[in-house]
Antibody, heavy 124, light 106 residues
């Protein structure tokens, strides 16, 4: 059974950084593209970033481009999201998600498995 | 970026009803569309992918259709546990955008 467990959320002042992690188990991690999706309080889902199996290709939403960096460590079955220059509108529940099939993020966008999320609050 | 719209929201329905939610893309996305359900307080879950393929374990009362820019999710024989918000998502091109969601109250 696929398990995705996010961690690293918390309260940070505007302008600061935070690094989210996602520990994956129950599948061959380096066979799949991985993603981050966020949900602001009371709002809908927003695709944030995706990364291919070998980290060679990745992509970002315009709202986070240049501030967030997605990465992965296949040896540790882990996905990361480095978030810099955080703004109040980055406050959200951040989900880690796995591609249903496919190793390249730009052609593997259907998200079959989701974690429970980690909450990021940006406030002074 | 491809914009996704959904209508209508919110929706009220009764147990046993047949309900259809629509989703429209701002440009042709071929069959690169999924439907995702989010029960309050829980993580999202994939219901349907590639417009009409049912994810493993999803009840057959869920079905999807459409092509190009116009898509539908139909729930036949609504159950109390179908009270949730339903999102469409396109994965034709990055960023893989979601619709705003349709909240269904049973």
């Amino acid at each position: 059974e696929v398990h995705l467990v996010e961690s690293g959320g918390g309260l940070v002042p505007p302008g600061q950084s935070l690094r989210l992690s996602c520990a994956a188990s129950g599948f061959t991690f380096d066979d799949f593209a991985m993603f981050w999706v966020r949900q602001r309080p009371g709002k809908g889902l927003e695709w944030v970033a995706g990364i291919s199996w070998n980290s060679d290709t990745f992509g970002y939403a315009d709202s986070v481009k240049g501030r967030f960096t997605i990465s992965r460590d296949n040896a540790k079955n882990s996905l990361f999201l480095q978030m810099n220059s955080l703004r109040p509108d980055d406050a959200a529940l951040y989900y880690c998600a796995k591609s249903r099939v496919g190793a390249f993020f730009d052609v593997s966008g259907k998200l079959s498995d989701w974690g429970q999320g980690t909450l990021v609050t940006v406030s002074s | 970026d491809i914009q996704m719209t959904q209508s209508p929201s919110p929706l009220s329905a009764s147990v046993g009803d047949r309900l259809t939610i629509t989703c429209q893309a701002s440009q042709d996305i071929s069959d690169n569309l999924s439907w995702i359900r989010q029960i309050p307080g829980r993580a999202p879950e994939l219901l349907i992918y590639d417009v009409s393929d049912l994810e493993t374990g999803v009840p057959s009362r869920f079905s999807g259709g459409g092509s190009g820019t116009h898509f539908t999710l139909t729930i036949s024989g609504l159950q109390p546990e179908d009270s949730a918000t339903y999102y469409c998502q396109q994965y034709e091109s990055v960023p893989f955008t979601f619709g705003p969601g349709t909240k269904v109250h049973i």
